[in-house]
């Protein structure tokens, strides 16, 4: 029996993020940020079904699901919170509904305290349900995405790999048909920043795409093109709309520089040591700390400071 309480203490209880997304986040949301009722609950619903889902892929799966986001995450709280599970959090609750909350101005410094609270329940949740797999069927938006973007995931695999012991590490691209720049229904118009008429105002889970990200695949259409970026979630908090954007500056020879990542056709680079906070408002601020960079990645970081600082 005392070997039975001890197991009762112990072993995760993947109720801690029910009861997280159910009522205290929504409390929280409500009470202390000013959140819609009907929002707050909404949003603790997306997360928890998210939290499902990512629960329900591979384990290998997740890791690339996080890599995107791991440089972005690395001195969130809980500071003794490992970074694989910082990530997840992310990938999870910060990318959830809970944009939406953000991007209309509902919760703005609430966002970080929601998302550092959720690292005890998510971490028990998964957990949970390594130990005890549920069969779910509900909605998943990680589900299918290797297969519609080969490249995308062989990149964000590369990195997973590449994390160890940073520098670099070989990518060979699956050939794939090229995907064509969205039409129709997947573009959007957002009004231009007040604070800056060259930024655009747009969530960054809207699964469309504004005129700042289309002028950035129609340049990557011309070859040669490095494209850099504070992080790669300023293209977007949606996974399936990074992964296609991965997709086809990938399909089109382009080279992705962030502040801790270099990614080519050929290859992927990881910045050693410890990572540098990226810059959303300056992306050349952190790709200039050439510390921990090495080989081409720290000669094209220093070619590209260069190219910005330059009249």
């Not at 997360?47 to 889902?53: G, N, P, Y």
């Not at 960054?204 to 795409?209: E, G, L, Q, S, V």
């Not at 520089?257 to 952190?286: C, E, F, H, M």
Request: hydrophobic share 40%.
């Amino acid at each position: 029996m005392s070997n039975g309480r001890v197991e009762e203490m112990t072993s995760p209880n993947p109720n801690h993020m029910i009861e997280y997304c159910g009522d205290v986040l929504p409390h929280m949301l409500t009470t202390a940020c000013g959140v819609d009722p009907d929002l707050a609950l909404r949003i603790g619903q997306d997360i928890l079904q998210r939290a499902e889902a990512l629960a329900s892929m591979p384990t290998r799966d997740q890791d690339v699901l996080i890599a995107p986001f791991v440089e972005e995450v690395f001195d969130h709280k809980p500071l003794d919170t490992s970074l694989d599970l910082k990530a997840k959090v992310t990938l999870v609750v910060r990318n959830s509904l809970l944009e939406q909350a953000h991007h209309i101005g509902q919760l703005t410094s609430g966002i970080i305290p929601a998302t550092e609270y959720a690292a005890g329940p998510l971490s028990h949740f998964l957990a949970a349900r390594r130990r005890n797999p549920v069969d779910y069927r509900g909605p998943n938006p990680f589900t299918a995405l290797a297969a519609r973007y080969p490249r995308a995931w062989a990149c964000l695999d590369a990195l997973t790999v590449a994390f160890a012991d940073g520098g670099r590490q070989p990518l060979r691209l699956p050939i794939a048909s090229i995907p064509g720049l969205p039409t129709g229904d997947e573009l959007a118009t957002a009004a231009p920043a007040t604070h800056d008429e060259t930024a655009m105002v747009f969530s960054a889970i809207d699964p469309r795409f504004d005129q700042h990200l289309m002028n950035l695949l129609g340049k990557a259409t011309g070859g040669d093109f490095v494209a850099c970026t504070s992080a790669l979630s300023r293209y977007s908090r949606n996974s399936q709309k990074l992964h296609y954007t991965l997709e086809f500056l990938l399909a089109h020879h382009a080279t992705i520089l962030t502040t801790n990542y270099l990614i080519r056709p050929n290859d992927v680079w990881v910045r050693r040591g410890t990572l540098v906070k990226p810059n959303s408002s300056n992306p050349t601020a952190g790709i200039a700390q050439t510390r921990g960079l090495t080989g081409t990645h720290r000669k094209l970081a220093q070619t590209i400071t260069v190219y910005h600082l330059t009249p």
